[in-house]
């Protein structure tokens, strides 16, 4: 029979600060996917407004707006820029004394 291990070692948890940066990567990029999912859900939005079908516009326009009252405030300067990398004509407002909280734009 095999001598049994005077001592179990188990393994230290890292100290706090050590596991805020193990983490900091993943919730930096968690951050990056929320800002990057609401700028392609207000692009799809928009895509609907260039179908004829008035139905379909409405609906486009129903979405849009819903989507612009969901974003948070800290991320609308994020969504912003990546609105622009997709040609999208929405932009939102992102000062803190604006009460309604998000406006559209539309380019010519």
Known sequence: MAALPRKI?????PAQHQAVQ?????????????????ARLIREAEQLWHVDVRELKRLGALELSQLLGE?????????????????ASTRL???DEESSGAETHRGG
Not at 22 to 38: F, G, K, N, S
């Open 71 to 87: 974003i948070p405030p800290s991320q609308r300067l994020r969504v912003n820029r990546w609105l622009k990398g997709y040609a």
């Open 9 to 13: 070692h188990r393994l230290r948890k």
């Open 93 to 95: 407002h992102c000062s």
């Open 22 to 38: 193990i983490d900091l990567p993943r919730m930096r990029l968690q951050a990056w996917q929320r800002v990057r999912t609401w």
